[in-house]
């Protein structure tokens, strides 16, 4: 398999060398050397060839581009001579690109930039495991960051998140300490050798502490604009509004290794997960539903994806239960956000906003595109309390949701670890909540005096943050630099552009306002259908960059049979996917038939479809993922409109009801008879009941007791002034 992949990357290098010739015939003898090279490393070094050689002049290509000049090291590097310092290989390209002393021309030929990075990234992102060795070194590295990491200041590993008072004391300037402090007993005797550093010193730090300051404000700012999470009366307003009711399931394994039909089906829901999330509200489809699932907090599974050849990725499975709540609190984070003034800044939904950053920053300069390493890994809680400290709703849900332990099996000898940082990717909450903290980073760095949202607006433009990737104007970047290593993150000065003509952010890479983006297939084996349609999409998106020979040579790797039975599409023209083209579809070559019932031409043609496999599944816990409808269970008292067509509104108030937003559903399971009002009773509400064809008890609310007494009385109130008037 291994061979195969390097062979047919070769083969599409082959097609990229015509595409090459097309634009620089001059270069036809150097290159014919070239790629007599090419080959001669790819039989020597196989595929790590193209997956860590050639990626490695990528990432020299790109350094150089920023600091105006190309520093050579490592493989590939070798020099054509002393007085020619740019790489042997691809050196016609190369010296379109560089001076031969290796600084960069004043008239850069963005078209070799492209085709460089072409071909040094053609292997790149080629789904391939990882050598033992270097998955052990990244889970050390993965273990030597959590021991750096600062402990929080409220407690993480209770049940509950007591301290809402403590919050307003947390500060994000807290952990900044002077890095120089002046001995009195020696500035006298020192004033001449020490005092200007001393001053420096002090006058870096007081600027910090301003930075985290203004950071502080921004985060109380984007956090009060959230409002109060309330996951019951979320999941109401989603289902009034036919979007679902915010749980959900994630596409990805769990940590108690169930099937996708399983995980509704709950083995645990530990206490953390009660006081915010009671599985009696959201856990369950039916009040029938009686036996409760274990109290007890399953640990996350630290698990191994591909990443690069380089280095795999590392991310957690959560438990099944936490996994379905933390949809919950994504969900309102990105439904909140949306509506909020920080919807100018980041949009989960959107990262061309940000690629078209990009191609204007690469050509004015005017803002600096910043990539983080380990983000995830690095944000701690200690930080996630403070920025959302003016939201302890928020906190608190995010601290009932979030895994306390995390069990390593990959490591030599098997371990758990109680983390100190938020979370690792794999978790629902990670991508948004990570957003919000590096917004607020990047905003408070970048504003100048008073912190406000029309101070904020007026860098819409400017500022824009899609997870680790962050666009922010160059006065900002050295203040961001402090910022982050204040707060434990790192900044990846490798792949964070400011100075030069370049810039990537989202995905997109940008040089002098020209798309400079290159295709980085995953796979190049057409040995299965999933496999078939990436190499499909691969020639596609070499098509769409103008490289047509790269994108022919491509297509050559999809089996004759599948290619006889793939449509011709037009750029953007609906359909099954197929093979692009710019002068439109073609479907002659396919087998046709006539269709008398439909009065239609009809071709025979090659689609990627997926097997799905029925099981009976029995019990309630079904329904969680199947109805449509929203399942309210509630056993302190709840209030609820739904429309009827040719019925009254109806209102529901008191003890466990499972409550279905579908009237079909609705009239065909419960059998609503009718509504009838009662008089007020002494405290002023009214009761209702509802008659569902046989004898039920009138439901008050006058058992309720607990903490929400007064927002749910507050809304019935609201709900019976109507049947009132």
């Known amino acids: 398999m291994t061979k195969s992949q390097a062979d047919s990357l070769l083969h599409v290098a082959e097609g990229l060398r015509k595409d090459i010739l097309l634009s620089c015939p001059e270069l036809k003898g150097s290159l014919s050397k070239d790629f007599d090279r090419l080959a001669l490393y790819c039989r020597a070094r196989g595929l790590a060839f193209f997956t860590l050689d050639l990626p490695h002049l990528d990432s020299l290509l790109i350094r150089g581009l920023e600091v105006g000049r190309l520093c050579l090291e490592g493989p590939l590097s070798h020099a054509v001579s002393k007085r020619v310092r740019v790489p042997r290989l691809f050196s016609g390209l190369w010296l379109r690109v560089f001076d031969k002393d290796s600084s960069i021309k004043q008239d850069v030929d963005?078209?070799?930039?492209?085709?460089?990075?072409?071909?040094?990234?053609?292997?790149?992102?080629?789904?391939?495991e990882c050598s033992y060795d270097r998955t052990q070194a990244t889970v050390r590295a993965y273990h030597d960051i959590e021991r750096g990491l600062r402990a929080p200041s409220l407690d993480w590993s209770s049940d509950r998140l007591d301290g809402e008072s403590d919050c307003s004391l947390l500060h994000l300037g807290e952990g900044c300490d002077p890095a120089c402090e002046?001995?009195?007993?020696?500035?006298?005797?020192?004033?001449?050798?020490?005092?200007?550093?001393?001053?420096?010193?002090?006058?870096?730090?007081?600027?910090l502490v301003r930075l985290l300051d203004q950071v502080q404000q921004v985060a109380d700012l984007v956090s009060t604009s959230l409002g109060l999470y309330d996951p019951f009366w979320y999941s109401f307003q989603k289902g009034q509004d036919n979007k679902g009711i915010g749980f959900m399931h994630g596409p990805g394994a769990v940590a108690e290794r169930l099937k996708p039909h399983e995980k509704s089906c709950f083995l645990n829901w530990p206490q953390k997960l009660q006081t915010v999330f009671p599985y009696e509200w959201f856990g369950v489809a039916s009040p029938l539903q009686t036996e409760r699932p274990l109290n007890h907090e399953s640990p996350s599974r630290l698990l191994v994806v591909p990443k690069t050849a380089k280095r795999p990725r590392l991310i957690a499975s959560e438990p099944a239960s936490h996994m379905w709540c933390q949809q919950s609190v994504r969900k309102f984070l990105v439904d909140r956000l949306k509506g909020s003034f920080v919807n100018h800044f980041v949009d989960f939904h959107d990262q061309r906003k940000s690629g078209d950053l990009v191609l204007q920053a690469s050509l004015d300069r005017k803002l600096a595109t910043v990539d983080l390493s380990d983000a995830s890994d690095r944000l701690t809680c200690w930080t996630v309390e403070r920025v959302f400290r003016n939201n302890y709703s928020v906190l608190r849900a995010l601290h009932a949701a979030r895994t306390r332990y995390l069990r390593d099996d990959i490591s030599k000898v098997p371990s758990f670890l109680k983390p100190k940082k938020f979370a690792s990717q794999g978790t629902a909450v990670t991508f948004p909540v990570q957003s919000i903290v590096f917004f607020c980073i990047a905003m408070g760095v970048t504003l100048d005096g008073e912190v406000s949202i029309d101070a904020m607006l007026r860098y819409r433009n400017q500022v824009r943050v899609f997870g680790d990737d962050i666009i922010i104007p160059r006065h900002g970047y050295e203040r961001l630099l402090r910022v982050m290593d204040a707060l434990q993150l790192k900044v990846n000065k490798e792949k964070s552009?400011?100075?030069?003509?370049?810039?990537?952010?989202?995905?997109?890479?940008?040089?002098?306002?020209?798309d400079v983006t290159p295709v980085k297939p995953l796979t190049v084996v057409a040995n299965s259908p999933a496999s078939c349609q990436a190499v499909i999409d691969n020639s596609n998106n070499l098509f769409n960059k103008g490289l047509w020979y790269a994108s022919d040579s491509m297509r050559s790797c999809v089996p004759t049979r599948i290619q006889r039975a793939i449509r011709i599409v037009g750029y953007r023209d609906a359909g099954?996917?197929?093979?692009?083209?710019?002068?439109?579809?073609?479907?002659?070559?396919?087998?046709?038939?006539?269709?008398?019932?439909?009065h239609r031409t009809e071709v025979r043609t090659w689609q990627l479809s997926v097997k799905s496999t029925k099981k009976p599944r029995e019990g309630y816990s079904p329904l969680l993922d199947s109805l449509p409808a929203y399942t309210v269970m509630s056993k302190l008292g709840l209030c609820l409109n739904t429309e009827i067509p040719g019925r009254p509104e109806v209102v529901f108030i008191g003890s466990p009801l499972v409550i279905m937003l579908s009237a079909t559903l609705m009239n065909l399971c419960i059998g609503l008879e009718e509504v009838e009002m009662l008089p007020p009773v002494d405290n002023g509400l009214l009761t209702l009941e509802v008659g569902i064809g046989h004898p039920v008890d009138v439901m008050t609310i006058e058992n309720a007791h607990n903490e929400r007494d007064e927002v749910l009385k507050s809304n019935i109130k609201d709900n019976i002034h109507d049947y009132r008037t």
């Open 497 to 514: 552009f400011v100075n030069g003509h370049f810039r990537e952010s989202c995905g997109v890479d940008g040089y002098l306002g020209y």
């Open 110 to 128: 963005v078209n070799a930039i492209l085709f460089l990075r072409q071909l040094c990234c053609l292997g790149k992102k080629i789904a391939v």
């Open 182 to 207: 002046v001995d009195t007993l020696f500035v006298q005797e020192e004033a001449t050798t020490s005092g200007c550093h001393s001053c420096a010193s002090e006058s870096d730090h007081q600027g």
């Open 576 to 598: 099954y996917s197929g093979f692009t083209s710019y002068v439109g579809s073609k479907e002659s070559h396919l087998n046709s038939r006539w269709n008398p019932r439909l």
